[in-house]
């Protein structure tokens, strides 16, 4: 991977409302070259129009895209640097896979290429998404995921300084699409390109990302590598977007320098988090804690913190793991994830009465 | 097979038979028989006398349609009229299907009404209010001598002119809907992918657009070519005498000189001629829906 501090795509405040409708809100974001970046959220939250105006074919309504120095905002789609796979591929179906791929090279004003010149390229682009027995092909004789390394080849194929990829699993089924995600990365990093995907798949995000960017109603929630933004959320959204989590609502009433200590009506004891907390005694907070984190017993913990209790009220059985979700006094349920390591086992069961427990560093504290 | 079904398929193949192919074959037999003075003005094909049964087949009108150099001037005018005008009307159309398959939904039926509408008041009407707008005292040439831009009419009824403005008038809508059906389906993703990958709005049109708008170019340019090699009305009323087209050969040998065998043969050469272009639009059509 070439990384360098140097950022290839620069986005400054940048805004676009869609009749009066705020769909992307003054976004700030800095991908440096070689990166392999998501934007991650859920349907509406401003994700694709973001991309769509780096592409071109959106102008912000305020603000400014800089790409290798350059401000490009205003700068129409076909003169910009840029190449995009397209969700649906937009393959020509009027072209061969050859003529698909040769669509942008033939579009070169400035060193116009010959065709032998061409013809190497193309040939080289679909060796190496493995599609050279292919290129006399059209685009509906081929497989989701043939069209898929296509759809890569050709945007490739103009060595853009950024490549945008649109849902770029989002044609595929389910097993394909790990086998492709890993696949589509090898290639990229082998390219050396830099990179701005959008998705609405955490998964596929924390798959092929090197960092992400969540965002919700326009805005960006949060910027990390996949593990930060899934260890240390800094917002109840974030936090419940991102995989599974139990979120109480607790009080702050203990600050001390190794730990902070909350109450939450959940509880009978206290909840401890390890890292002191950025608010007074008395400030209402939420704590998230995710399922596999939690380990469940029969016995009560002897610790006098960071444990509740509940009976089990459904199991659902997912082969590698279990997840148990585990009904408090109050009616609340808490989500708790066990691994099937031993296939004898006799696990925790229905109306069991369980014990949920976790270490001090297992809790987030969530201020928003 | 069922009754039920057998009468769904049978019905279609039913009207066909009643109206396509039997007076078909009337027009065939008449074709083969030679003119008479009598009612029906031709000869019987099979004449029964002396016990025997004579079938004679006269095939002296397609003959004389090669000998008379009038007809091979009007099929070739007529084709060469048709074809012209049906590519001033692919010119016209295509942009205004274009706009119409890209406009917002509410304004999109708003604008098909609009090329629809017309075609709602009656087609002789129509025609005939084109001898008003043309002739030599008539709204342009009132018009354009009103503002001083010419000093005496200039002649636009009774020529070719005439007739092409009447064909492209007239079959325009025809043209227009099977182009606009085939615009709609255009992925817009495809023309953004294009953009994408460095072509120019133009560059998009003619690597994209329009080779994907072939399916409709060669639907709408069927349905306006065909019927315009036989159009009789336009011709009659706009063309004049100059203008030599195969329907008013056809109008003049059935009304004017009552050869019915003659203009029976006439017909049959036209349907000749213009089922080389229809086997080749169904054989396109068919492999179209192959895909």
Same mark, same amino acid.
């Given at each position: 991977?070439?990384?360098?501090?140097?950022?290839?795509?620069?986005?400054?405040?940048?805004?676009?409302?869609?009749?009066?409708?705020?769909?992307?809100?003054?976004?700030?974001?800095?991908?440096?070259?070689?990166?392999?970046?998501?934007?991650?959220?859920?349907?509406?939250?401003?994700?694709?129009?973001?991309?769509?105006?780096?592409?071109?074919?959106?102008?912000?309504?305020?603000?400014?895209?800089?790409?290798?120095?350059?401000?490009?905002?205003?700068?129409?789609?076909?003169?910009?640097?840029?190449?995009?796979?397209?969700?649906?591929?937009?393959?020509?179906?009027?072209?061969?896979?050859?003529?698909?791929?040769?669509?942008?090279?033939?579009?070169?004003?400035?060193?116009?290429?010959?065709?032998?010149?061409?013809?190497? !390229? /193309?040939?080289? %682009?679909?060796?190496?998404?493995?599609?050279? #027995?292919?290129?006399? =092909?059209?685009?509906? *004789? $081929?497989?989701?995921?043939?069209?898929?390394?296509?759809?890569?080849?050709?945007?490739?194929?103009?060595?853009? !300084? /950024?490549?945008? %990829?649109?849902?770029?699993?989002?044609?595929? #089924?389910?097993?394909? =699409?790990?086998?492709? *995600? $890993?696949?589509?990365?090898?290639?990229?990093?082998?390219?050396?390109?830099?990179?701005?995907?959008?998705?609405?798949?955490?998964?596929?995000?924390?798959?092929?990302?090197?960092?992400?960017?969540?965002?919700?109603?326009?805005?960006?929630?949060?910027?990390?590598?996949?593990?930060?933004?899934?260890?240390?959320?800094?917002?109840?959204?974030?936090?419940?977007?991102?995989?599974?989590?139990?979120?109480?609502?607790?009080?702050?009433?203990?600050?001390?320098?190794?730990?902070?200590?909350?109450?939450?009506?959940?509880?009978?004891?206290?909840?401890?988090?390890?890292?002191?907390?950025?608010?007074?005694?008395?400030?209402?907070?939420?704590?998230?804690?995710?399922?596999?984190?939690?380990?469940?017993?029969?016995?009560?913990?002897?610790?006098?913190?960071?444990?509740?209790?509940?009976?089990?009220?459904?199991?659902?059985?997912?082969?590698?793991?279990?997840?148990?979700?585990?009904?408090?006094?109050?009616?609340?349920?808490?989500?708790?994830?066990?691994?099937?390591?031993?296939?004898?086992?006799?696990?925790?069961?229905?109306?069991?009465?369980?014990?949920?427990?976790?270490?001090?560093?297992?809790?987030?504290?969530?201020?928003? | 097979?069922?009754?039920?079904?057998?009468?769904?398929?049978?019905?279609?193949?039913?009207?066909?038979?009643?109206?396509?192919?039997?007076?078909?074959?009337?027009?065939?037999?008449?074709?083969?028989?030679?003119?008479?003075?009598?009612?029906?003005?031709?000869?019987?094909?099979?004449?029964?006398?002396?016990?025997?049964?004579?079938?004679?087949?006269?095939?002296?009108?397609?003959?004389?349609?090669?000998?008379?150099?009038?007809?091979?001037?009007?099929?070739?005018?007529?084709?060469?009229?048709?074809?012209?005008?049906?590519?001033?009307?692919?010119?016209?159309?295509?942009?205004?299907?274009?706009?119409?398959?890209?406009?917002?939904?509410?304004?999109?039926?708003?604008?098909?009404?609009?090329?629809?509408?017309?075609?709602?008041?009656?087609?002789?009407?129509?025609?005939?209010?084109?001898?008003?707008?043309?002739?030599?005292?008539?709204?342009?040439?009132?018009?354009?001598?009103?503002?001083?831009?010419?000093?005496?009419?200039?002649?636009?009824?009774?020529?070719?002119?005439?007739?092409?403005?009447?064909?492209?008038?007239?079959?325009?809508?025809?043209?227009?809907?099977?182009?606009?059906?085939?615009?709609?389906?255009?992925?817009?993703?495809?023309?953004?992918?294009?953009?994408?990958?460095?072509?120019?709005?133009?560059?998009?049109?003619?690597?994209?657009?329009?080779?994907?708008?072939?399916?409709?170019?060669?639907?709408?340019?069927?349905?306006?070519?065909?019927?315009?090699?036989?159009?009789?009305?336009?011709?009659?009323?706009?063309?004049?005498?100059?203008?030599?087209?195969?329907?008013?050969?056809?109008?003049?040998?059935?009304?004017?000189?009552?050869?019915?065998?003659?203009?029976?043969?006439?017909?049959?050469?036209?349907?000749?001629?213009?089922?080389?272009?229809?086997?080749?639009?169904?054989?396109?059509?068919?492999?179209?829906?192959?895909?």
């Amino acid at each position: 991977m070439t990384q360098s501090n140097q950022p290839m795509l620069e986005i400054r405040q940048v805004s676009k409302q869609f009749g009066g409708l705020d769909a992307v809100k003054e976004v700030n974001l800095s991908i440096n070259k070689g990166e392999i970046f998501a934007l991650l959220g859920g349907s509406g939250c401003g994700k694709t129009t973001l991309l769509r105006m780096l592409a071109g074919f959106e102008t912000p309504s305020a603000g400014a895209i800089f790409i290798d120095g350059e401000d490009i905002s205003q700068v129409p789609p076909h003169r910009r640097p840029v190449n995009m796979m397209f969700q649906s591929y937009a393959l020509f179906p009027h072209m061969t896979v050859a003529q698909n791929v040769a669509f942008g090279l033939k579009q070169e004003k400035k060193h116009r290429l010959s065709k032998p010149e061409i013809a190497n !390229k /193309v040939s080289e %682009l679909l060796s190496l998404v493995r599609m050279q #027995d292919f290129a006399e =092909r059209k685009p509906d *004789q $081929l497989s989701g995921g043939q069209r898929q390394r296509v759809a890569l080849a050709r945007s490739l194929a103009k060595k853009p !300084k /950024v490549l945008l %990829l649109d849902e770029p699993m989002g044609a595929l #089924d389910k097993k394909l =699409r790990s086998e492709m *995600q $890993l696949e589509v990365v090898d290639i990229i990093e082998a390219v050396g390109v830099t990179c701005v995907m959008v998705t609405h798949d955490q998964e596929e995000a924390m798959t092929m990302a090197n960092r992400i960017s969540v965002m919700h109603e326009g805005e960006i929630m949060q910027v990390g590598t996949p593990s930060e933004i899934y260890e240390f959320p800094n917002s109840r959204h974030t936090a419940e977007f991102i995989g599974s989590v139990n979120i109480f609502d607790a009080e702050v009433t203990q600050l001390e320098t190794h730990y902070s200590g909350l109450t939450c009506s959940d509880f009978t004891v206290p909840i401890q988090v390890e890292a002191g907390i950025n608010a007074p005694i008395g400030a209402k907070l939420a704590v998230a804690v995710r399922p596999e984190k939690i380990i469940m017993s029969r016995q009560q913990p002897e610790a006098m913190s960071n444990w509740l209790t509940g009976v089990v009220e459904d199991i659902a059985y997912l082969g590698g793991h279990s997840v148990y979700y585990v009904k408090l006094s109050n009616g609340k349920r808490v989500m708790s994830v066990g691994t099937n390591n031993d296939r004898h086992e006799q696990k925790v069961t229905w109306q069991d009465q369980v014990y949920l427990h976790w270490s001090n560093t297992s809790a987030v504290v969530l201020y928003q | 097979m069922s009754w039920g079904r057998r009468s769904v398929i049978g019905v279609p193949y039913l009207w066909l038979a009643l109206f396509f192919l039997a007076p078909f074959v009337i027009v065939f037999k008449i074709s083969f028989s030679e003119m008479a003075y009598a009612i029906p003005p031709y000869t019987d094909l099979m004449t029964w006398a002396e016990q025997q049964l004579t079938l004679s087949l006269n095939l002296g009108n397609y003959a004389y349609l090669f000998t008379d150099d009038l007809y091979i001037r009007a099929y070739l005018s007529s084709i060469r009229i048709a074809a012209i005008a049906t590519l001033i009307c692919l010119l016209v159309a295509y942009p205004i299907a274009y706009v119409i398959a890209r406009a917002e939904p509410a304004t999109r039926n708003a604008l098909l009404m609009l090329v629809i509408l017309p075609s709602w008041t009656s087609f002789l009407i129509r025609i005939y209010a084109w001898v008003g707008i043309l002739k030599n005292n008539g709204l342009i040439n009132n018009f354009l001598m009103w503002l001083g831009i010419i000093d005496e009419p200039m002649a636009m009824l009774n020529t070719e002119f005439a007739v092409y403005v009447g064909i492209v008038y007239a079959y325009l809508p025809f043209m227009v809907l099977p182009l606009y059906t085939n615009l709609m389906k255009l992925d817009n993703s495809l023309l953004e992918a294009a953009a994408d990958l460095g072509a120019a709005p133009w560059k998009v049109f003619m690597a994209v657009t329009l080779p994907l708008s072939k399916a409709g170019i060669i639907a709408g340019s069927m349905l306006v070519f065909i019927p315009a090699v036989g159009e009789f009305i336009i011709p009659d009323m706009l063309g004049g005498a100059e203008t030599l087209m195969i329907g008013k050969v056809l109008w003049q040998e059935f009304f004017n000189n009552r050869d019915w065998p003659v203009a029976s043969a006439v017909a049959i050469v036209m349907l000749l001629l213009l089922l080389l272009p229809i086997t080749l639009f169904h054989r396109y059509q068919a492999r179209e829906l192959e895909h």
